[in-house]
């Protein structure tokens, strides 16, 4: 067959396949195939960079410093790459993973424009057959998913979007071709990540600009800037120590929370200590505060009302700034996007803020949309309406275990998994980077995953074992130990992504793991050194 791209001529047989050529992807391909695997990697997108690929809309960037969630393992692309700014945007961030994959020589073993159609075990040939939208199919022994928590998009619920006869996007799969917003009114659907990252691009250019808003939430400056040669070299002196860093810490950014909690300081320092984290760069207000502010609600309340005074200073109209201040959730229950002037934007004439609580989109029209109050014409509408995040880029593939069960139905209650790593049922099959196990900083987290995945193929491989599964019981308790990481904390009762409650109808559930990246490890590594617990080999 071909080496590089293109549909394979015929069925092809291999150790492992990985779907997915994102950041997560590219990393488990390098470290089978530096195990002797045969092994390819099938990405939907016409490039590699998975979320880096397909989220191309203006502003789009990191929350991780960049160099915090780049490769670690490889002193190539430690000493030939240097990151520009502290949070780089995306076309730098797709730059890298297409010069990483280059100069680790993995592009010919990833078949780029393979979507996943369908995924079904055979229990005869202990071999998973995939075969993909385009009718190439793959015999592989291991199928392991690299998909991503957000990378399924969502859209709006409300009827007509295909009549619409003026310009749509959304964020998710936005044109490699620019867009052009001037002199054009142009409706943003959506207030999360996305949506304030690209909305000051908009309402720079657009003669209209109205924002359509859900759910406010808690944004803090990003506070960007260039890493400056001498910070690059300093970078590169510590970059081992920077990883460890990174895999000691919860979240796995180069962060720590304090040491002090909010209410062992005088009101003066805790205030200054808020306003020094408000002027810093990234997570820091999340990541290097006092150690309860998710735990005690006290705390998580002196965080939250400085954040409000911010939103309250900034936004000259009040009841402007009363809508962007969320009342359904305090600071750190939602990952807070970061911004760059999205308050400020807010403050321009041409700009519109409507509430879709008190004003829902009824239907899309072939000249813009109608709420329940009025219709509006738009020469633009730009979807920033998210993702069914963790399982729905899984679910929406066809995969099937053994007698057929479909792990869309598996999961119909919430994900079940051990580790985050196998669903019962599912022989052969290894979940990297999906959900209860994933959280925080994602190529820190992950990395520990694809290692972990290898080193159980390995030892199958050396023991000759044909199959490895999981079992209902073990996913229990996988199921309450990640219920546990979360009881106790501002997160426990939040309506969010991370539960599915952007999603109508999805029963809640939590999709992540917040017991932090220390103790997954820990976790793992534990179930590995007693007998790979909670895996049954055949």
């Known amino acids: 067959m071909n080496e590089h791209n293109g549909s394979p001529a015929a069925e092809v047989e291999l150790d492992a396949l990985v779907v997915g050529a994102g950041i997560t992807g590219i990393y488990q391909l390098y ?58 945007g995306q076309p730098e961030t797709e730059r890298y993973l297409n010069f990483a994959v280059d100069r680790l020589g993995l592009r010919p073993y990833i078949e780029f424009d393979a979507r996943v159609a369908s995924a079904e075990f055979s229990e005869e040939q202990s071999r998973w057959l995939v075969t993909t939208t385009a009718g190439a199919v793959y015999r592989a022994r291991f199928l392991i998913t690299a998909v991503g928590l957000l990378s399924a998009p969502v859209f709006p619920a409300a009827p007509g979007l295909e009549e619409y006869r003026g310009e749509s996007y959304h964020t998710a799969l936005w044109p490699a071709a620019p867009v052009d917003f001037k002199g054009k009114r142009v409706a943003v659907v959506g207030t999360g990540s996305s949506g304030v990252q690209i909305i000051p691009f908009v309402a720079r250019d657009a003669s209209e600009l109205t924002v359509f808003q859900r759910t406010a939430n808690w944004c803090t400056p990003i506070n960007n800037r260039p890493i400056s040669s001498e910070k690059a070299e300093r970078i590169r002196a510590r970059f081992d120590e920077l990883h460890e860093l990174c895999l000691s810490t919860p979240a796995g950014f180069i962060h720590r929370p304090r040491d002090l909690a909010a209410f062992e300081v005088s009101d003066a320092d805790r205030t200054a200590w808020f306003q020094r984290l408000y002027d810093e760069p990234g997570l820091t207000m999340v990541m ?244 790979f617990r909670g895996f049954v080999f055949g």
């Open 288 to 531: 290097n505060n006092f150690r309860d502010i998710t735990t005690d609600a006290a705390a998580n309340a002196a965080v939250t009302d400085f954040i409000r005074a911010k939103i309250r200073e900034r936004v000259q109209d009040p009841a402007v700034a009363e809508m962007l201040i969320p009342d359904d959730h305090t600071y750190g229950m939602k990952r807070p996007p970061l911004e760059n002037g999205y308050y400020e934007v807010f403050n321009q004439d041409n700009v519109e803020l409507v509430s879709l609580r008190e004003e829902p989109i009824e239907r899309f029209t072939p000249t813009g949309l109608a709420t329940t109050r009025r219709e509006m014409d738009f020469d633009m509408i730009v979807l920033a309406t998210g993702f069914e995040a963790a399982t729905g880029s899984l679910t929406r593939m066809d995969i099937r275990g053994s007698g057929g069960r479909e792990l869309g139905d598996h999961w119909e209650a919430g994900p079940r998994t051990h580790l985050g790593l196998q669903a019962a049922g599912f022989p052969n099959l290894f979940i990297v980077g999906g959900p209860q196990s994933t959280t925080g900083n994602i190529p820190r987290a992950t990395e520990i995953q694809a290692d972990l995945v290898t080193r159980l193929l390995t030892f199958m491989t050396e023991q000759g074992h044909s199959v490895v599964t999981t079992s209902r019981e073990a996913e229990d308790t996988w199921i309450d130990i990640v219920a546990d990481s979360v009881r106790g904390t501002v997160l426990e009762n939040a309506r969010s992504w991370a539960f599915g409650s952007n999603i109508d109808g999805k029963k809640r559930a939590y999709l992540l793991w917040s017991g932090g990246i220390p103790a997954y490890r820990e976790r793992c590594e534990e179930a590995f050194a007693d007998g």
């Open 31 to 88: 470290r089978l195939r530096e195990h002797g695997f045969t092994v390819k990697a099938l990405e939907a997108g016409g490039g590699v960079g998975g979320t880096w690929y397909w989220n191309r809309y203006p502003g789009c960037r990191f929350d991780s410093e960049s160099y915090s969630y780049g490769y670690f393992f490889s002193p190539e692309l430690r000493d030939e790459w240097t990151w520009s700014e502290e949070f780089a």
